[in-house]
């Protein structure tokens, strides 16, 4: 029987801890209202002392590792999406690699923020498709509360914590991954940025003094970028698998904003109860939020066997991805 990569087993993890809005109006200048109506979001999820993305990728990897009935021993590969890691050096995946015990896997991170996910399932589908690697664990997560400024009200009311993992593997056709497609455009590389703290800004006094280590952006000109190029790679991605909008099962987008879902939803004409959307309760956790929203509809048992899963996503960089899958 023909077979595909697909997704074997999904998990996720997300800190404990809740920041309400509410919370946030003792904190900034802002109201329960501005944030809910501008974002969509009512609270978010904020790691704590003694939390780190590793904590929440291992956590979500094991969950994963369960639902697919396998054990880290029978991992090749461990890809992490992330732009919030442990530490500069080494990457995050090498801890998880670690914590899981998962002795033979070869581990990296990529970063391509909020599209970080399906870039790497595009890169573990590859892994796969070219039979050097037989199961790829794929996990997207951040910790984004360590490099938001929580003076600053158009960036610490979205962000948040929270990882998400999938174990790839062969699946019989029909399912599986039908096609991906990525892109990217660096001349948007200023919309949404951490200008300290790499080789070209090292830290200084000054550096900490201008609070330039943690996120800037650019809001409304992400919106007007983010919504196109969402829907016209996801288009992109239908047309490729030869597979018409109107048999779209359900569509997670990147939980960026409640307007950018709606909107790219509108622009690709799919009716809003085939739209998954979670930024309610987990805020937008970057490259965690797509796989953490395919977790809650395994929980809700709302995916079944044959449905058509549309994803696509936008981040900094900036980067834009689309992947369909039959579940």
């Known amino acids: 029987m023909d077979s595909k990569a697909g997704i074997l087993g999904i998990g996720s993890s ?21 944030i809910r109506t501008r974002t969509g979001i009512r609270e ?15 956590e979500a990897a094991r969950k994963a590792l369960l639902r697919a009935e396998l054990e880290p021993k029978d991992i090749d590969i461990i890809i992490c999406a ?10 995050t995946a090498c801890f998880v690699q670690a914590n899981l015990g998962a002795k033979k896997a070869a581990a990296f991170d990529i ?44 960036t610490c009311v979205i962000f948040a914590d929270g990882a998400g993992a999938a174990v790839l593997g062969r699946v019989p056709e029909p399912r599986g991954i039908l096609a991906t497609k990525l ?36 809001g409304n000109e992400l919106f007007k970028v983010a919504v196109r190029a969402m829907a016209d790679i996801a288009l992109e991605v239908l047309e490729e698998a030869g597979v018409k909008k109107e048999e779209v099962s359900v569509l997670i987008p990147h939980q960026a904003n409640q307007r950018i879902t709606d909107a790219v939803a509108s622009r690709l004409k799919i009716p809003r109860e085939k739209v998954y959307s ?15 929203a395919l977790n809650e509809l395994i929980e809700q048992g709302r995916l079944k066997e044959g449905d058509l899963v549309l994803l696509t996503a936008f981040g900094g960089g900036v980067t834009w991805a689309a992947s369909l899958i039959r579940w």
């Not at 978010?44 to 291992?58: D, Q």
């Not at 595009?122 to 796969?128: A, M």
């Not at 830290?203 to 800037?216: D, G, M, Y």
């Open 82 to 91: 992330t732009v919030t890691p442990d530490h500069p050096l080494p990457a």
């Open 14 to 34: 997300l800190p404990k801890k809740v920041v309400t809005n509410f919370d946030l109006e003792k904190m900034v200048d802002t109201s329960d209202e501005w």
């Open 44 to 58: 978010r999820r904020i790691a704590e002392e003694g939390e780190y993305l590793s904590t929440f990728m291992t």
């Open 278 to 292: 979670n930024i309610a309760w987990t805020g937008n956790t970057s490259s965690g939020s797509i796989p953490i």
């Open 183 to 218: 892109r990217s455009d660096g001349e948007f590389a200023d919309f949404l940025l951490i200008p300290a703290g790499g080789t070209k800004m090292p830290a200084s006094h000054e550096t900490i003094e201008k609070r330039l280590h943690f996120v800037k952006m650019r």
């Open 111 to 154: 970063s391509a923020a909020c599209s970080g996910f399906i870039y790497g399932l595009s890169i573990g589908e590859k892994f796969i498709h070219s039979g050097e690697a037989e199961r790829v664990l794929v996990i997207g997560g951040e910790v984004l509360s360590r490099v938001i400024d929580w003076t600053d009200r158009s």
